[in-house]
């Protein structure tokens, strides 16, 4: 397969704003920012609105009001519907209207078969323009963020509990802070007229970027364009991030829960992210390492390959969206500051201690090796093939050209060709040497026995294992060292789950 | 059907080459190319439009329903993981160095009735994955080490599940509501089996030789394709792959004779849930019965349903709600799962769920409605249809069902003939209480207070 071939058949148009004279004053461009992605012969039309209105956005006190604005505008009623008549006006359709709120952005989005296309227009501009911002769709939407986060996270499900709670302690007293579905005090002290504030000031024009692919027909962008024209102006939301907050040593969070097994994530912030030219060899010896959901990472191959410890064992060098559901990155999760992270799904217990050490020892075993010439060949191959499947989909290639130009970059998936193709094998190594460590991280377990593990983490005593078979020679004599590498942890605080995504 | 003629002479020994071109009024829009091989090993080929892209398939027709030994549940499972160690030809790391340098998407899954095992990637690479594809099912080969280490690997999947209240609802469900059919346990299967699989490796080698067979195999390519050179190439790689397939003896379950219930108490404070199952039919495309549960599922809990509106956006009392039945080769459930706000919601709960079914068995529903669901059936059905992947597990459930894969137009031509009488027949006959099964979940010491919201 040529790199270009699965673009070969769309255009990729780009509508620019204006150029402008340099003595000119500046006016605003006269449409909306847009990225568009003709497929002439596709019965399909993807349609996604991306606003700058992300949880870092939240006032203080006030977590949760990106969220649940967006949830007020993509799944409630309008001055014309109540949420009941726009459901039963889409269900005929098979359409939805989708929102969902990240740290950065929050995006509406739909597909649509062409032969409804006006109609959902129609409902979808509807939504944005005229919410009704109604009590009980106030506290419906309410409901379903505090519900997530006080039984879907803290009773439900380990893994998200575990990939929020790194986040967290990461980025602790940093605007990615919390959760983009707030916390529960947050969520308590927000009222509808906040929701209408917040949706005045960011439901504009200068925070909007537009996506349209599929088949659409003649003058569609720029019918939609003069509709969501409709939106005030509005100033760009430009809110500078702080620098992450600095990692010194090795801090553990447990999190106190009944569970069977033991679930760990350790990372740190980077600090670049994919617009960077250093991204692309940083995500080969990441592929290498822990390409997440395949069976050739190092991480995987060695801890459940070889040893039997667990189900999965993946690394990243970018938030990767609901890891336990899906096997490709998602787009539209922009996030200008990034960090990366290793995640061993659940161990027994008696194990945590041991999987911690190998998964160490395999980033710090990269980190002096490197690749060598062979092995970053076939990775470098890999990379350039898989990631074509990342944009399968009308909707997903839409995504990513958005996310694209959400980081000010050409598109992603063709910059994984254009750079991977003159990479060196000296410029991956050089990477991964330059930002992989694991001297300073914050990590997190989820555990039934934070007693025992904060205890034999700070007796930092080796933890040898026993197997149900005989290893092979390879993995005893890793294990000699692995058992008995030193944590020397700067801290081991436990928290109690009920107390997660509290608030202040 | 229009025949054509094959190019080569392995091909002549096929017994049969056909093409179904789409029809104008079926719903499936890609023309369907099959074969069957003399070893009895069945080749589906479907063209569509991914340039440089195809997803390559195989469905073995053998799931957690074939687990018919005592002691052996979750080995159809189990069993899919042991795919992946390797053969003479092509070791574990070598078979994951091929996949990785052609950078596919490759993995698999066990469901009830059957296991799918998948790889996406380049076109140009077909004649790669018909070769370690064809070696694996073939010529698997794996010692009795590397079998005990994954049996740890599938304790791991057991663990990053159960944390979650679905997996434990779901046993007790099926164990309560099938005394001695096979889909009395999760694909999964009982955690005591699970932690006993590290002592059957024997017992793996015949499951391979009983299950792992051409007869009971179906090879599916869609995609950037050209149906002649593909089948030339399934022929040469699979044509010496050895019949032997020993159907099992699946005991079949009696008629339900009473209701049954259970209570899980979990842990950690929670909002209550609540399962239910009601004995259903097994899956057939020839009669309206599956076609008619499908349509009720709709009436009852898709968004626009009036007790979907009636729970979750009128009065609120659950956050989330589901229900249906899903497609099995035996009789199965037609299943019902949501969260309660709080615990001493759940008995009106219950009571708006019993109402509406009570009321799709008392009068006919209104014809528009049910045209509204077809409507919607059909565009959900051209809206999913967004990639070769999405393509092939699509038809693949239904080669897993019926062996065909034009099983799916039947199917939509199912839906167009459902009446508002069928919808009350069925109802009638599905949702009796002598079938009704019923599990709760709950934290044992929560007061509805504590697990209200906030104010």
Known sequence: M?????????????????????????????????????????????????????????????????????????????????????????????????????????????????????????????????????????????????????????????????????QQRIFHGHPYGHSPAGTVKGLESITLDDVREFYRRHYTQANLLLGVAGGFPEGYVEGLQERLAALPAGEPATLELPSPPPVEGRRFTLIDKETDSVGIHFGYPLP??????????????????????????????????????????????????????????????????????????????????????????????????????????????????????????????????????????????????????????DEVNAAARKYLQTADFEAVFVTDEAAAVKAYLEADEPSPMSYNTTPEAEVVEADKTIQGIAVEPAEVAVVPVAEMFEGD | MPMRLPRSPAVLAAAALMAAPAAADEIFPYAIHQQALDNGLRAVVIPYDSPGTVAYLTVVRTGSRDEVEPGHSGFAHFFEHMMFRGTERYSNDEYNDVLKRMGADSNAFTSDDYTNYYIIGPAAELETMMDIESDRFKNLRYGEDDFR????????????????????????????????????????????????????????????????????????????????????????????????????????????????SGHIDWPAPIRPHLMAGYRAPAFSATTVETATLDLIAQLLFSESAPLYQQLVVDEQWVDFLQGGYSDHRDPYLFSIFTRVKSDDLVPQVQAAIDEHIAKLKEEPIDAERLERIKSHLRYRFALGLDSPGAVGFTIAGYLNLTGDPATVNRVYDQYQKVTPEDVQRVAREVFQPQGHTVVTLSHPQQSAAAAGGPS
């Open chain 2, 149 to 260: 280490r994954e049996a740890l690997a599938v304790l791991g999947e057991y663990n990053k599940n159960v944390s979650s209240p679905f997996l434990p609802m779901y046993e007790r469900l099926r164990a309560l509501a099938f005394e001695r059919h096979t889909y009395s346990h999760t694909t999964m299967g009982f955690l005591e089996d699970i932690k006993a699989m590290p002592g059957y490796y024997d017992y793996s080698l015949a499951f391979f030789d009983r299950f792992y067979r051409p007869e009971n195999c179906i090879v599916l390519v869609v995609g950037d394709v050209e149906p002649e050179a593909a089948f030339e190439g399934i022929e040469r790689y699979y044509g010496d792959w050895k019949p032997g397939y020993k159907a099992p003896k699946i005991e079949a379950e009696p008629p339900p004779s009473g209701s049954q």
């Open chain 1, 272 to 425: 670049i992210n994919r617009a960077d030219p250093d991204y692309y060899p940083l995500m080969v010896a990441n592929s290498f390492l822990g390409e997440h959901r395949t069976f050739h990472g190092r991480l995987m191959q060695q801890l459940r390959g070889k040893r039997g410890l667990n189900y999965g064992d993946y690394s990243y060098v970018e938030y990767w969206e609901s890891p336990p559901f899906t096997s490709k990155p998602s787009p539209n999760v922009p996030r200008r500051q990034q960090y990366f992270s290793v995640w061993i799904r659940p161990v027994v217990p008696d194990t945590a201690h041991f999987a911690l050490r190998n998964a160490i020892f395999e980033v710090d075993r990269l980190i002096e090796r490197g690749l060598t010439q062979e092995e970053f060949e076939l990775t470098r191959d890999f990379l350039v093939n898989y990631s074509k499947l990342w944009a399968q989909t009308l909707a997903n290639r839409l995504g990513f050209l958005m996310d694209s130009r959400y980081y000010g970059m050409d598109p992603y998936i063709e910059k994984i060709d254009e750079r991977l193709a003159a990479m060196t094998v």
């Open chain 1, 2 to 166: 040529s790199p270009q071939s699965r673009f070969a058949t769309f255009a990729l148009t780009f509508a620019m704003p204006i150029l402008l004279a340099a003595c000119a004053p500046a006016p605003r461009p006269t449409a909306v920012d847009t990225v568009t992605l003709a497929s002439p012969g596709s019965p399909l039309i993807a349609v996604r609105l991306m606003f700058k209105s992300g949880s870092i956005h939240d006032p203080a006190g006030k977590e949760g009001l990106a969220a649940l604005t967006g949830l007020m505008v993509g799944e409630a009623g309008t001055a014309r519907h109540t949420y009941s008549e726009l459901i039963d006006l889409l269900y005929p359709m098979a359409a939805a209207i989708e929102v969902s709120t990240d740290r950065e952005v929050t995006v509406l989005s739909g597909e649509i078969h062409v032969d409804k296309l006006a109609e959902f227009t129609d409902l979808l501009t509807e939504v944005v323009l005229e919410p009704g911002f109604g009590d009980s769709d106030f506290a419906r939407n309410k409901e379903q963020l505090y519900s997530y986060l006080t039984t879907t996270l803290r009773a439900t499900n380990d893994e998200l509990l575990g990939l929020e709670a790194i």
